[in-house]
């Protein structure tokens, strides 16, 4: 029998260390190697006995992904990993100054269906599972050796449509026993599935959480992202608002600016209105182009925007990311997997 050990959580793997007669201390060992020695070769786990070493060689799987290729641009890595059922998936390692962000995928392709995303355009394969989305970090630290400052579930896929395994992933990630990253440090984005939204609340999940809204009126989030028929604008606002009500850490809203769609003086208005006093932060970002009928917008047209929403906020917090790795197809809403 094959025991998939990558992504169980520690009291599982105390009860399969015990189930085959080994001591369960055991166990905090081999999930030490893992996650902080960032070790895939039992052998090197040199405080084990041989004959564990022999179990986990012979009848558990500790590595899930393979590194396949890795593309450079100034600031930016992208890293192309294949699965052991032969599927392939993308992440990023970016670094704006001295801040290194990791962005992992959580799903092979996406069925959400997002028009501007083309990561869609691939439709959905399968769940990524814990493993493999652990997997993406521990290769990704294994090949930058600098320290990461934030982690963030915006690579390929909808996190919340593979909720648990995701949530389970970002667990061992916060782990003081494993990789000890703060949950300020880890953020999950939707495209906005509301009732995992209001499943992360009620559970009080600690992680941050950014909702992709990039359309001030439902007719054109219906056209950018067809799931708005099902939870449209003002569901996710109240949803937001619901989430900050007694937290620290405020909500994202992340807002794809693209040309003659969301980029005029209107929707800045309209945008305004519907964050004011909402107190949550608001993420522009200038769309990055695929192959689509959409543009980004001129210089021109994307600091008119800005400078007319700064001049009239109130009450939510502004930020532009510039995407890094657009060169090599590694900005945000542009990870796909061509036919391998």
């Not at 025991?3 to 905090?28: C, N, W």
């Not at 703060?182 to 953020?187: A, E, F, N, W």
């Not at 708005?228 to 992340?254: C, G, H, S």
Request: hydrophobic fraction near 35%.
């Amino acid at each position: 029998m094959n025991y998939i050990i990558k992504g169980m959580p520690v009291e599982d793997l105390k009860s399969l260390v015990k189930e085959h007669d080994f001591p369960q201390y055991r166990a905090t060992q081999i999930y030490h190697w893992m996650y902080q020695g960032l070790v895939f070769n039992s052998d090197l786990m040199n405080n084990l006995p041989k004959n564990l070493k022999s179990f986990l060689n012979e009848q558990c799987t500790i590595q899930t992904l393979e590194l396949s290729k890795k593309i450079e641009s100034e600031g930016t890595t992208k890293f192309l990993f294949k699965t052991q059922d032969s599927n392939y998936i993308e992440s990023v390692s970016m670094f704006n100054d001295d801040r290194h962000t990791i962005c992992l995928s959580s799903q092979v392709g996406c069925n959400v269906d997002c028009k501007f995303c083309a990561t869609g355009k691939m439709g959905f394969k399968k769940n990524l599972t814990v493993g493999e989305i652990i997997d993406q970090l521990i290769l990704i630290m294994s090949n930058i050796d600098r320290p990461i400052h934030n982690i963030v579930f915006m690579g390929m896929g909808e996190p919340f449509l593979n909720y648990d395994n995701v949530i389970k992933a970002a667990d061992i990630m916060h782990d003081s026993d494993a990789f000890n990253f703060g949950s300020h440090r880890i953020t999950i984005s939707t495209a906005g599935i509301l009732p995992k939204i209001n499943r992360f609340i009620d559970d009080k999940i600690k992680y941050h959480l950014a909702i992709s809204l990039n359309a001030t009126e439902d007719k054109t989030r219906d056209k950018l992202m067809p799931i708005n028929q099902k939870w449209p604008i003002m569901d996710l606002i109240n949803a937001a608002k619901k989430y900050n009500k007694d937290r620290r850490d405020r909500v994202t809203f992340e807002y794809v600016l693209i040309d003659s769609i969301n980029d005029s003086i209107s929707d800045a208005h309209r945008l305004a209105k519907l964050l004011k006093n909402t107190h949550c932060k608001l993420n522009i970002i200038p769309f990055n182009e695929i192959e689509s009928i959409y543009k980004r917008p001129s210089d021109k047209k994307i600091n008119e925007f800005l400078n007319e929403l700064h001049a009239i906020h109130k009450g939510f917090q502004i930020l532009v990311r510039w995407s890094k790795g657009t060169d090599i197809n590694a900005g945000c809403g542009q990870l796909a997997i061509q036919d391998n």
